[in-house]
């Protein structure tokens, strides 16, 4: 079920996200769809933190709570869908629909982005902030 979030709430959440994946505090679950998506558009650390840097509010596509045995269920997906120019393998230029979906983690010690999805979007797209 959709949560419904403020412009406001939604840069914060951003602005904190960018925050920690700026200075490196971020992990990739490492599942054969963001996998397949990163090798076959050569995705390297620097490509993935200037694409998920460069998001912006008007790239969100909505928020749900956690539903992965791996999280709290009290922790919210934040899904963000920013249009991108890649190129795959052979050079070719296309635009795609990342589909970006991460929980902020926060412990005691330090805080962390938990990217859970980062590949093609498979789905229409949503954008209440446009």
Not at 23 to 29: F, N, T, V
Not at 44 to 56: M, R, S, V
Not at 59 to 76: G, K, L, M, W
Not at 78 to 98: E, R, T, W
């Amino acid at each position: 079920m959709p949560l419904k979030f403020t412009r406001e709430q939604i840069e914060k959440v951003l602005e904190n996200a960018k925050r920690l994946v700026q200075g490196g505090a971020y992990s990739i679950s490492p599942r054969d769809k963001n996998m397949m998506f990163t090798d076959e558009y050569n995705l390297t650390t620097d490509k993935f933190k200037k694409i998920f840097l460069d998001i912006a509010v008007e790239d969100f596509h909505t928020a749900e709570y956690n539903n992965n045995d791996r999280f709290s269920p009290d922790d919210v997906c934040y899904i963000f869908v920013p249009q991108v120019m890649l190129a795959d393998v052979s050079g070719d230029l296309k635009h795609h629909n990342v589909y970006v979906k991460f929980v902020l983690v926060v412990r005691k010690i330090s805080d962390a982005v938990i990217v859970i999805s980062f590949h093609e979007a498979e789905q229409s797209v949503n954008y209440p902030f446009r």
